[in-house]
């Protein structure tokens, strides 16, 4: 059977990382993007994943055996900026790759969040599977509906929830840690929140983990994250020493959220011990 993984959002922060991961585990890899560039891993293919046509024809073409699907748009401010597009890209398009892959008998990883919670507090061992979501921004809710429409849509489809994510992003300041090194080395003081908590996971475990499941047959839900609760700022802190500073915490400030940030919620912390008893990757603490 061909192995061939086609990552839709290949470019992006995880993309980049699931395309380096599918290489390592033996598949031939494209990255599609709306503006692919030139890339170093894999194949790459320009194209808009919201055109249905378009898409139809590229899988037609590729037929790859698993698609990861990481194409968002994929932060809250972005997602408040243009609600049509997050609805388009984070809604209207899962349930149609869905469709699109189910027609084909292709297997299908939909990335999803940890920002379908946050209505109401965490569980102390974080939000497990089976607990109900309450998204409070636009970008939680428009995943979710993503969610909802590519599980409708296609039965065999794995919606894969991460956390907030850390680790390398090639020096483009991308995610929660690369974000505060190059904040840092601009000579800015980041503004980090004490009292956000989440189950952060490096990038690169999530990439492997995701790659370990569009190899497998697994259908519905599974929570991804690191195994240990903390906040932004002492996020920030172990980024900071890990690369090298002494004193990390003269070079951020704490900051509690006073009851700002109505769309990002306090605590979604994830529970993944069912990703933990299934997968062989590890799922490590970031920066331990
Ligand atoms: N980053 C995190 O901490 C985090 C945490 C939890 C979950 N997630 C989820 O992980 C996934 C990836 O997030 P990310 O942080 O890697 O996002 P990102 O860095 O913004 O990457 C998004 C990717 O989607 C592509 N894309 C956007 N619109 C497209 C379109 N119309 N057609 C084709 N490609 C398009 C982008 O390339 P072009 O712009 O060239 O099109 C890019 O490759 C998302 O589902 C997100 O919800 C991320």
Same mark, same amino acid.
Request: proline share 6%; charged share 25%; with cysteine.
């Given at each position: ?25 033996? *598949? ?22 919201? +055109? ?5 024809? *590229?899988? !037609? ?18 997602? +408040? ?11 209207? *398009? ?32 974080? *939000?497990?599977?089976? !607990?109900? @979501? ?5 970008? #939680? $809710? ?24 850390? #680790? +390398? ?57 690191? @195994? ?35 769309? $990002?919620?306090? !605590?979604?912390?994830? !529970? ?11 799922? $490590?603490?970031?920066?331990?």
């Amino acid at each position: 059977m061909a192995r061939n993984l086609c990552v839709l959002g290949g470019t992006g922060f995880l993309g980049v990382h699931v395309v380096r991961a599918a290489i390592e585990a033996g *598949f031939d890899a494209v990255a599609v993007a709306r503006r692919p560039g030139p890339g170093s891993q894999g194949a790459r293919f320009a194209l808009d994943v919201t +055109d249905s046509g378009a898409l139809a024809h *590229f899988l !037609d073409e590729h037929d790859p055996s698993a698609v990861v699907n990481c194409a968002a748009l994929a932060r809250i401010a972005d997602c +408040d900026a243009d609600p049509e597009l997050a609805r388009s890209l984070n809604t209207v *398009f899962p349930a149609r790759i869905a469709r699109l892959a189910g027609e084909r008998g292709i297997r299908l990883v939909h990335v999803s969040t940890d920002l379908v919670y946050g209505a109401r507090p965490a569980p102390p061992a974080g *939000f497990a599977e089976a !607990d109900e @979501p309450g998204p409070v921004s636009d970008y #939680g $809710r428009t995943k979710l509906a993503g969610e909802l429409g590519a599980r409708a849509a296609n039965p065999g489809v794995l919606v894969a929830r991460l956390p907030l994510l850390c #680790g +390398d992003s090639g020096e483009r300041g991308l995610g929660a840690s690369d974000s505060v090194r190059t904040s840092v080395a601009r000579g800015e003081r980041p503004r980090l929140f004490v009292d956000e908590w989440r189950t952060p996971l490096d990038v690169a475990d999530a990439a492997r983990a995701l790659v370990e499941l569009a190899a497998g047959d697994l259908a519905g839900l599974l929570h991804l994250a690191g @195994p240990a609760r903390m906040t932004r700022h002492e996020l920030g802190l172990r980024a900071l020493r890990a690369a090298g500073h002494a004193r990390p915490e003269e070079l951020v400030v704490g900051v509690r959220r006073e009851g700002l940030h109505a769309g $990002r919620p306090a !605590d979604v912390a994830l !529970d993944a011990r069912r990703a933990r008893a299934l997968l062989r990757t590890e799922l $490590r603490e970031p920066f331990a």
